[in-house]
Antibody, heavy 117, light 108 residues
Framework: QVHLAESGGGLVKPGGSLRLSCGVS????????ISWIRQSPGKGLEWLSY????????YYADSVRGRFTISRDDTRNSVSLQIHSLRAEDTAVYYC??????????WGRGTLVTVSS | SYELTQPPSVSVSPGQTARITCSGD??????AYWYQQKPGQAPLLLIY???ERPSGIPERFSGSSSGTTATLTISGVQVEDEAHYYC???????????FGTGTEVTIV
């Protein structure tokens, strides 16, 4: 059974860093592209980054390139998102999702990141 | 950067048909994907590659696309269809994705 579970969210001060993890079961992360997507409170969805394939292809949205780093641990079957220089506007629920045929067929329940002093 | 525009809200009575549009230049070149999101839940994939429905998604949900506009149609709307709906473009240049602005469907 396919399952994704995010962890690592919490309250962080502006300028701080955070590492989010996406634990996966039911498939191998090395066989699929995995994306991170966020949703600010009361707002829409924003795609952030993906990692995928044997070549570990990586791409970032312009809005986060340079501050966010995505990585994959095949032995732990997980994907991580390191976020640096956090800003108030990074406050959001962060989801990881599996990419199949260009869309996201399985999502985790999300982890909330709150940036506040 | 590309943008996908959806109507902010759509109101529909039970049993009627709701149509949600998703407009943007990128839609002329990429497939459309549609998601349903209920409060406190992760999005659920309803439609992929313009018209395909994943297993388990009711037949009342259908998709179409023409030119720069994709459309999600909910036929015979049910009370449980009250939710937010988002479109998404396929990977632009094979690299990145864009979500639509979202539409709140209200059953009246």
């Amino acid at each position: 059974q396919v399952h994704l579970a995010e962890s690592g969210g919490g309250l962080v001060k502006p300028g701080g860093s955070l590492r989010l993890s996406c634990g996966v079961s039911g498939f191998s992360v090395s066989d699929y592209y995995i994306s991170w997507i966020r949703q600010s409170p009361g707002k829409g969805l924003e795609w952030l980054s993906y990692i995928g394939g044997s070549e570990r292809a990586i791409y970032y949205a312009d809005s986060v390139r340079g501050r966010f780093t995505i990585s994959r641990d095949d032995t732990r079957n997980s994907v991580s998102l390191q976020i640096h220089s956090l800003r108030a506007e990074d406050t959001a629920v962060y989801y990881c999702a599996r990419d199949v045929l260009g869309g996201f067929d399985f999502w985790g329940r999300g982890t909330l990141v709150t940036v506040s002093s | 950067s590309y943008e996908l525009t959806q109507p902010p809200s759509v109101s529909v009575s039970p049993g009627q048909t709701a149509r949600i549009t998703c407009s943007g230049d990128v839609m002329a070149k990429q497939y459309a994907y549609w998601y349903q999101q209920k409060p406190g839940q992760a999005p659920l994939l309803l439609i992929y590659k313009d018209i395909e429905r994943p297993s388990g998604i009711p037949e009342r949900f259908s998709g179409s696309s023409s030119g720069t506009t994709a459309t999600l149609t909910i036929s015979g709307v049910q009370v449980e269809d009250e939710a937010h709906y988002y479109c998404q473009s396929g990977a632009i240049g094979g690299l990145y994705y864009v979500f639509g602005t979202g539409t709140e469907v209200t059953i009246v």
